[in-house]
């Protein structure tokens, strides 16, 4: 196949150029050249996608893959050039397009609408999950049985730079007495980068449609295990403290950032970690062993500089505050 990517050089793209170029198939990158460097073996086209696509008016690919699309009005732009040049759209949006996250998330519940008011052309936290799904309706409405939306929950694994899941790895390595939110028992969902890549790969190859989650099964790992792995990974000496929900919320610590993977009751969001995967597994999803992604990251995070400024989790001092130990 002769693919495209819209972006290509940060997390995701990374993986999804590398599976590609390893199955055998032609690989094109659009983007800025701002994030890094395409491997050897793919051809760079640098251009703002929210400007135009000078340099590819003349080319036709087996698929494009949209990683980048985040805003309906630099979607539309993207999708409208393609519809003639491409055979298939695939666009990654994310589970949180969701309207309701208190139930079992099928692909056919409720996307969020746009709150009144709210900007189509400036992303907020707020808005991501709305104009993620307002995209979707672009691709889909453009491409109809060409299109395929996959919609990933928290992506973790190696090159990953939000930290939203790396962030436990690393703690563990440094040891000690370590803060855990909540109880060991609570599920929670994510799916590896390389599993996402492989799928992603696998529905093209197949030409296959539809949207999709794609996540981890419900009910398969949980924050305990998560533990677990991560202790297993690092093998230093370390307590973990289990804290209540309501202690650490009276505390102001903030859910999913401060502590990755925590959602706490009162978010009212027990839908939030129970999204229903069975589409995407009859479709071909694998799932890789928790402990192989724990020590991937583990061993990948262990490469960036020393100084490296995190950017989810709790800083030790704030840690051995909640914990009344000593740093």
């Known amino acids: 196949m002769r693919v495209l990517i819209l972006g290509g050089t940060a997390f995701l793209g990374i993986h999804l150029t590398n599976e590609l170029l390893m199955r055998g198939h032609e690989v094109t990158q659009f983007n800025r050249g701002r994030t890094g460097t395409a491997p050897a073996g793919v051809r760079t086209v640098t251009g703002d996608r929210a400007i135009g696509f000078e340099g590819l008016e003349n080319e036709r690919f087996d698929a494009v893959v949209d990683t980048s699309g985040y805003l309906p009005h630099v979607v539309e732009k993207s999708a409208r050039f393609f519809e003639p ?149 690092a093998r230093v000496p370390h307590t973990v ?38 589409r995407a597994l009859g479709a071909g999803l694998t799932i890789r062993p928790l402990a192989e992604t724990v020590r991937d990251t583990l061993a990948w995070a262990q490469t960036r500089p020393r100084d490296y400024v995190a950017r989810a989790g709790i800083t030790p001092e704030r840690e051995a505050e909640l914990l009344h130990v000593d740093v």
């Open 85 to 233: 040049r491409c055979g298939r759209y695939m666009f990654v949006s994310s589970i949180s397009v969701y309207d309701d996250k208190n139930e079992e998330g099928f692909e056919d519940s409720p996307m969020l609408p746009l709150p009144p008011g709210a900007s189509r052309t400036e992303m907020t936290p707020e808005t991501y999950g709305p104009l993620k799904a307002a995209c979707e309706r672009i691709v889909v409405s453009t491409y109809r049985e060409r299109a395929t939306i996959v919609r990933p929950g928290l992506i973790v694994g190696p090159n990953d730079r939000t930290d939203r899941f790396t962030y436990w790895p690393v703690r563990f390595a440094r040891g000690g007495d370590i803060l855990a939110p909540g109880e060991p028992e609570a599920p929670v969902q994510f799916v590896d980068v390389r599993d996402l890549a492989q799928f992603m790969v696998h529905l093209l190859e197949r030409n296959a449609g539809g949207d999709y989650n794609v996540t981890s099964p419900q009910n398969t790992f949980t924050m305990g295990g998560v533990m677990d792995a991560c202790a297993n990974a």
């Open 241 to 278: 403290h289990w804290l209540e929900h309501e202690y650490l919320t009276g505390k102001g610590v903030e859910p999913w950032m401060d502590l990755p993977l925590w959602i706490p009751p009162s978010e009212n969001m027990p839908g939030f970690m129970n999204y229903n995967v069975g």
